[in-house]
């Protein structure tokens, strides 16, 4: 049982830090008010 | 991240490495598998992902939500950011919480972590070479009872590395240490997992397999899994590992733009400290002790000092086993994987102390650094002065325990049904770059806060009885009874006799026990048990020492209050601080 956790913990780990990787960075808004608090 | 700001975070990936860097911590490699072992081992797991999935996960979500919420109207500590959300005075004060905690944590957590760092320079040095395992044992003892003024040494070199850090900025500063001693963390901690396991029987002086720890460590008992203390200890783990209820992560995620994504963040960072505590954390300390001790002889010494115990008594002594180069080679990576859990963490703890001043009293960045500094200095100098008077454990248990228990029941209660679960999960979902389950709006509402609430009336009798001082009255109570002073004696030496290398003589004074130890006749388990049991011999027949002993109790009590006092009057303080800023907003606004 522990080494099924320990290889589901390690997959989760590394999907979520590739996703990271991987993911695009969002654009700045237009204006400075499009930045502002709701 | 879009943009790069001075002010805020350089990129991404420093950010999540940063954050769980605050999480990963001395406790992921100290605390986690003495936990696992004392309820039900490998049975242990199941409770603790639980715990995992229903309280760290949706505190994560909250404190990275609350944190980048009060970022953008302009906050960066938990006062304020908590006043953003509700403008009751109550809750600025229950954020004083955030402020107190990492300063009262740094006085005491700089010192460790600069055990570690000493220990670093004592591998190199190879002073752990030659020596026996009582001597490397005694090693510690005599630095923590300050024998030479090394260890005020390298606790200001600690000191002075942090505020350094601290000065140079959150992206500058922070993030760069975060992304150095991450990785070296994960590279050691992979190195020494290696040699845990792979270590065989009959090589390098090993007397087991280090699996035979492994599947001690990890063999489930079932029977512990519906026993609220195994539940409640899980609870507990989860709670220090992830570093919740600190302020710390609300004060990061504060400097992350509205825009941007946190949900994913949390997941990436949060998941990142269970890979180095389950896999990496469980996979070290308890095999290379059992490859060398045996399983009765690892449990001794857990019962006598815990993970720390093992880690700075013990397990120098064992690598030396390895040979002179291997040994260096093990004790630079394994203290360095500390020191490295250990800056990460206490970095974490500087940065909301200072964005408090920043942010309300118009401080420079180097003067909030040096501020926090010299705060830690001040506030931590009666733990290294009076460690062995209880002062490290008092700070540790107010500041480190009940505090963050404190904070993340009342934060929950204001995100969840102040502010509200509608803007709350509306939060939680701006700029998410990952689909959060909608199950988890229902976990924060209802089932966090109970299981918060179940985790606090639980400790409820502990907090009564550390109030009390009842552990140093048991022991005074036995001191003055002859009876149970004898009763005890006889159980310790009915265990020694059952131990193959003892012999009755050992017992007496005339025989020196570092004599027996040194020529290698008699194992460090029994070498401990010997020695305790001539003390309480000492105890029992000599008078005199027997009332320095309950006299030393006293002491004890009398430094644990004055401990109290002080943690009490910087909250105080700090209650005060945040009263003028809020002041000074009004007369601004007026």
């Given at each position: 049982m522990m080494l099924v956790t320990e290889i589901f913990v390690t997959i989760i780990t590394v999907y979520f830090f590739l996703k990271i990787l991987k993911t695009p960075s969002k654009q700045e808004p237009d204006s400075f008010s499009e930045n502002d608090a709701e | 991240m879009a943009l790069k700001d001075s002010s805020g975070w350089g990129s991404r990936v420093g950010l999540v490495l940063a954050m769980a860097g605050n999480a990963v911590g001395l406790g992921n490699f100290l605390r986690f598998p003495v936990q696992a072992i004392e309820n039900g081992g490998g049975a242990f797991i199941i409770p603790y992902l639980v715990c995992?999935?229903?309280?760290?996960?949706?505190?994560?979500?909250?404190?990275?939500?609350?944190?980048?919420?009060?970022?953008?109207?302009?906050?960066?500590?938990?006062?304020?950011?908590?006043?953003?959300?509700?403008?009751?005075?109550?809750?600025?004060?229950?954020?004083?919480?955030?402020?107190?905690t990492n300063l009262a944590v740094a006085?005491?957590?700089?010192?460790?972590?600069?055990?570690?760092?000493?220990?670093?320079?004592?591998?190199?040095?190879?002073s752990f070479g030659g020596k026996t395992q009582p001597e490397v044992a005694n090693f510690f003892g005599n630095y923590v009872s300050l024998g030479t003024i090394e260890p005020i040494i390298f606790w200001l070199i600690c000191l002075l590395l942090n505020t350094w850090i601290l000065s140079k900025g959150l992206s500058g500063g922070v993030e760069k240490a975060a992304k150095i001693g991450m990785p070296l963390l994960l590279i050691f901690g992979a190195f020494l997992a290696f040699k845990a396991i792979t270590l065989r029987a009959g090589e390098n002086g090993a007397l087991y397999d280090g699996t035979l720890g492994l599947n001690f460590l990890w063999t489930p008992d079932y029977s512990t899994i519906w026993d609220a203390k195994v539940w409640l200890a899980a609870a507990g783990q989860i709670f220090f590992t992830l570093s919740i209820g600190m302020g710390s992560i609300q004060c990061y995620s504060s400097f992350v733009k509205r825009k941007d994504d946190i949900a994913l963040n949390a997941m990436s960072a949060g998941w990142m400290n269970g890979f180095v505590e389950i896999v990496l954390g469980s996979a070290i300390i308890i095999p290379i002790a059992v490859g060398y001790l045996g399983i009765d002889g690892m449990k001794e010494l857990l019962s006598e000092g815990g993970g720390l115990g093992l880690g700075?008594?013990?397990?120098?002594?064992?690598?030396?086993?390895?040979?002179?180069?291997?040994?260096?080679?093990?004790?630079?990576?394994?203290?360095?994987?500390?020191?490295?859990?250990?800056?990460?963490?206490?970095?974490?703890?500087?940065?909301?102390?200072?964005?408090?001043?920043?942010?309300?009293?118009?401080?420079?960045?180097?003067?909030?650094?040096?501020?926090?500094?010299?705060?830690?200095?001040?506030?931590?100098?009666?733990?290294?002065?009076?460690?062995?008077?209880?002062?490290?454990?008092?700070?540790?248990?107010w500041a480190g325990t009940v505090s963050l228990v404190i904070l993340a029941l009342f934060e929950i209660i204001l995100f969840a049904w102040i502010f509200g679960m509608k803007d709350g999960w509306n939060e939680i979902n701006q700029g998410a770059d990952i689909k959060v389950p909608v199950i988890f709006k229902y976990i924060i509402k209802y089932v966090t806060p109970i299981l918060l609430g179940w985790v606090f009336i639980n400790s409820i009798p502990d907090?009564?009885?550390?109030?009390?001082?009842?552990?140093?009255?048991?022991?005074?109570?036995?001191?003055?009874?002859?009876?149970?002073?004898?009763?005890?004696s006889e159980e310790q030496?009915?265990?020694?006799?059952?131990?193959?290398?003892?012999?009755?003589?050992?017992?007496?004074?005339?025989?020196?026990?570092?004599?027996?130890?040194?020529?290698?006749?008699?194992?460090?388990?029994?070498?401990?048990?010997?020695?305790?049991?001539?003390?309480?011999?000492?105890i029992m027949t000599d008078n005199n020492y027997r009332i320095s002993k309950i006299q030393s109790e006293n002491k004890n009590m009398l430094f644990k209050n004055i401990s109290r006092g002080l943690l009490l009057i910087l909250w105080i303080g700090i209650a005060y601080l945040v009263y003028l800023a809020s002041r000074k907003i009004k007369l601004k606004k007026s």
């Amino acid at each position: 049982m522990m080494l099924v956790t320990e290889i589901f913990v390690t997959i989760i780990t590394v999907y979520f830090f590739l996703k990271i990787l991987k993911t695009p960075s969002k654009q700045e808004p237009d204006s400075f008010s499009e930045n502002d608090a709701e | 991240m879009a943009l790069k700001d001075s002010s805020g975070w350089g990129s991404r990936v420093g950010l999540v490495l940063a954050m769980a860097g605050n999480a990963v911590g001395l406790g992921n490699f100290l605390r986690f598998p003495v936990q696992a072992i004392e309820n039900g081992g490998g049975a242990f797991i199941i409770p603790y992902l639980v715990c995992f999935l229903l309280m760290g996960i949706p505190l994560l979500f909250v404190e990275w939500s609350i944190g980048r919420f009060g970022g953008s109207k302009g906050h960066h500590s938990t006062p304020f950011i908590f006043d953003s959300m509700d403008k009751r005075a109550l809750w600025k004060y229950v954020g004083v919480f955030g402020i107190f905690t990492n300063l009262a944590v740094a006085a005491y957590y700089c010192y460790l972590e600069s055990w570690t760092l000493s220990y670093v320079w004592h591998s190199i040095a190879d002073s752990f070479g030659g020596k026996t395992q009582p001597e490397v044992a005694n090693f510690f003892g005599n630095y923590v009872s300050l024998g030479t003024i090394e260890p005020i040494i390298f606790w200001l070199i600690c000191l002075l590395l942090n505020t350094w850090i601290l000065s140079k900025g959150l992206s500058g500063g922070v993030e760069k240490a975060a992304k150095i001693g991450m990785p070296l963390l994960l590279i050691f901690g992979a190195f020494l997992a290696f040699k845990a396991i792979t270590l065989r029987a009959g090589e390098n002086g090993a007397l087991y397999d280090g699996t035979l720890g492994l599947n001690f460590l990890w063999t489930p008992d079932y029977s512990t899994i519906w026993d609220a203390k195994v539940w409640l200890a899980a609870a507990g783990q989860i709670f220090f590992t992830l570093s919740i209820g600190m302020g710390s992560i609300q004060c990061y995620s504060s400097f992350v733009k509205r825009k941007d994504d946190i949900a994913l963040n949390a997941m990436s960072a949060g998941w990142m400290n269970g890979f180095v505590e389950i896999v990496l954390g469980s996979a070290i300390i308890i095999p290379i002790a059992v490859g060398y001790l045996g399983i009765d002889g690892m449990k001794e010494l857990l019962s006598e000092g815990g993970g720390l115990g093992l880690g700075f008594k013990t397990l120098p002594y064992l690598f030396e086993q390895w040979g002179s180069l291997l040994g260096v080679i093990a004790g630079v990576a394994w203290f360095g994987l500390l020191f490295f859990a250990g800056i990460t963490s206490s970095l974490a703890m500087g940065m909301p102390v200072m964005d408090f001043l920043k942010d309300k009293f118009n401080w420079k960045e180097k003067n909030a650094a040096w501020a926090f500094g010299v705060a830690v200095f001040l506030l931590g100098l009666p733990t290294v002065l009076f460690f062995n008077n209880g002062v490290f454990d008092e700070y540790d248990y107010w500041a480190g325990t009940v505090s963050l228990v404190i904070l993340a029941l009342f934060e929950i209660i204001l995100f969840a049904w102040i502010f509200g679960m509608k803007d709350g999960w509306n939060e939680i979902n701006q700029g998410a770059d990952i689909k959060v389950p909608v199950i988890f709006k229902y976990i924060i509402k209802y089932v966090t806060p109970i299981l918060l609430g179940w985790v606090f009336i639980n400790s409820i009798p502990d907090i009564v009885s550390t109030i009390n001082h009842d552990k140093s009255k048991e022991n005074i109570a036995f001191y003055e009874n002859a009876n149970e002073m004898k009763k005890k004696s006889e159980e310790q030496q009915k265990l020694l006799l059952k131990k193959s290398d003892f012999k009755p003589e050992y017992l007496s004074s005339t025989t020196s026990i570092e004599k027996l130890d040194t020529n290698k006749l008699i194992s460090f388990s029994t070498y401990l048990l010997i020695k305790k049991e001539r003390e309480l011999s000492k105890i029992m027949t000599d008078n005199n020492y027997r009332i320095s002993k309950i006299q030393s109790e006293n002491k004890n009590m009398l430094f644990k209050n004055i401990s109290r006092g002080l943690l009490l009057i910087l909250w105080i303080g700090i209650a005060y601080l945040v009263y003028l800023a809020s002041r000074k907003i009004k007369l601004k606004k007026s």
